[in-house]
């Protein structure tokens, strides 16, 4: 398994530099598949196949670092790293060096010929390998879907701490399927379908739960355009049998909620605070979308007051 970055330039922002990196991860599956895996049976499995997959990465170096440990932040499901352009740049001039990924099948990274059968494993080795490229070990902050990668992540590792932003419940999305389905069963049938699947031609009817009702127009149809159908797999699995298991959990946590969220209940965040023995924000007068909302800066206030109480001294700054 090779994994090799490519970079192309982006212009310096008031906030700090902005990199955009392609992870391209490359499996080649020789006959001589031991130079990989040390394993005689997964020469015989895999013998002649061979499979290419990138990974958007976007990183905004600050202008003058402040703290040593690194922000990774994670997308929903729809979404991709564009949604973070905003936090991003708060966390830079906030002192952060901060990265954002598209998971597989998302934004601008590369989509598997049969992404519909993509599983929410496949995401967490995405997070799992773009952790692993950034030095020091990042705080992720998981958004919505990437919040339960995050749950799922922690699980078998541990991480410097994590914020679950908006996050789907410890026990998945099956109760806001059955709500939807209460209280408009002819809209989220003829939606859902389409949300996991392509063409995607279902963004107003998930629109109605990500922003605010009185977002701008022009803000509504920009953010509704890129965003980008979901995996069928990921539907199943959240609803039905792969939940996150806190009890293994040895990361410190901060659960922040949005007070007008129309997906997740303000009684499913504390759910899951309570699940993980960490404590809740609620965030006023937000909605879904948070990072793409004008509350953001009262959550990113939050993040950075936790990010100081969980001990990760600020560094001294330091001029371009």
Known sequence: MEYVPYATPQP??????????????????????????????????????????????????????????????????????????????????????????????????????????????DYVEDLAYTISTIQPTPIVIGHSMGGYITQLYLMEHTLPGAILLCSIPVNGILPFLLNTLRSAPLTTMSALPRLFSGPFDARHAICTFLFRSD??????????????????????????????????????????????????????????????????VIIPEAPHDIMLDPAWSHAAHVIEQTIAEWTIEPTIALTG
């Open 215 to 280: 977002i701008d127009p022009v803000l509504l149809d920009r953010y509704s355009t890129r965003l980008n159908a979901e995996s069928l797999r990921i539907g199943v699995e959240s609803s039905l049998y792969l939940f996150p298991q806190p009890e293994r959990n040895r990361s410190p946590l901060l659960i922040i909620a949005a007070e007008n969220d129309r997906m997740f209940t303000l009684d499913e965040q504390q759910e899951i605070a309570d699940a993980y023995r960490s404590p809740l």
């Open 12 to 121: 310096v922002s008031p906030w700090g530099i902005r990199q955009h990196t392609l992870l391209e991860i490359r499996y080649h599956l020789w006959y001589n598949a031991s130079y990989w895996f040390q394993n005689e049976q997964y020469c015989l499995f895999l013998k002649g196949m061979s499979y290419q997959h990138q990974l958007e990465h976007r990183i905004t170096l600050p202008q003058r670092r402040r703290y040593d440990t690194p922000l990774l932040l994670v997308h929903g499901a729809w979404h991709a790293a564009w949604c973070w352009e905003h936090a991003m740049d708060d966390f830079a001039a906030r002192g952060f060096e901060t990265h954002a990924i598209s998971l597989r099948g998302h934004g601008q990274s590369s989509k598997p010929p049969l992404f519909h059968l993509s599983g929410l494993h």
